[in-house]
């Protein structure tokens, strides 16, 4: 079965300090991978993407994640978290085969400790 | 480029009545669009896929019947939630599909947040 695991419901860390947020996925097919931000009441937004290539893709505001298909991992990476970067993050996989349709996890939940 | 709005961005109604939520692609044509059903500190779930000229194509457990999909323009997509109900409050976000070249992307609105009473 086709799933995105995102195994942190909630995560806290401090200002300044570096962030990982995990994403495993479950996929048939060759995917896209994609890491979404939402902030209360928002849409999303896109953070980054990856479908081929280099395996450790950047992202705006900061973000970076590495594509490991052996462990079918896209985590996420911040060096040095911002307060701003407090919202909910979602890991989603797509396909062509499947119309660009997408699943998402279950979304991660971060909070900034001054 | 590439902005996707919705309207409205919040509407409350009586129960038993019916609501229409608009999605628009403002700078690009969209032939898929995607529209998305999130509960409270939850994921997103996806509901149906509206085709341009065609009829949406809806995910299993969803009624259609219930929700109503028209994608009459390659601009425009429309959710109707008919005879709503308080257990159909939600944020209901959607999603205009552009191909980049090398792969399928999807660009989302704001989101509406329906209320039932």
């Known amino acids: 079965a086709q799933s995105v695991t995102q195994p942190d419901i909630h995560i806290t860390v401090s200002e300044g300090a570096s962030l990982e947020l995990r994403c495993n996925y479950s996929y048939g097919a060759t995917p896209y991978l994609f890491w979404y931000v939402q902030s209360p009441g928002q849409g999303l937004q896109l953070l980054l993407k990856y479908f081929s290539g280099d395996t450790l893709v950047q992202g705006i505001k900061g973000f970076e994640a590495e594509f490991k298909r052996s462990q079918s991992s896209f985590n996420l990476r911040k060096p040095s978290v911002h307060w701003s970067d407090a919202a909910e993050y979602f890991c989603?996989?797509?396909?062509?085969?499947?119309?660009?349709?997408?699943?998402f996890g279950q979304g991660t939940e971060l909070s900034v400790k001054p | 480029g590439a902005v996707v709005s919705q309207h409205p961005s919040w509407v409350i109604c009586k129960s038993g009545t019916s609501v229409k939520i608009e999605c628009r692609s403002l700078d690009f044509q969209a032939t898929t669009m995607f529209w998305y059903r999130q509960f409270p500190k939850q994921s997103l779930m996806l509901m149906a896929t509206?085709?341009?000229?065609?009829?949406?194509?809806?995910e299993q457990g969803v009624e259609k019947d219930k929700f109503l999909i028209n994608h009459a323009s390659l601009t425009l997509s429309t959710l109707t939630v008919t005879s709503a109900h308080p257990e159909d409050s939600s944020f209901y976000i959607c999603s205009a599909r552009v191909w980049t070249g090398n792969s399928y992307e999807q660009y989302f609105g704001p989101g509406t947040r329906l209320t039932v009473t």
């Open positions: 989603a996989v797509g396909s062509y085969n499947q119309g660009g349709k997408l699943i």
């Open positions: 509206s085709n341009e000229g065609s009829k949406a194509t809806y």
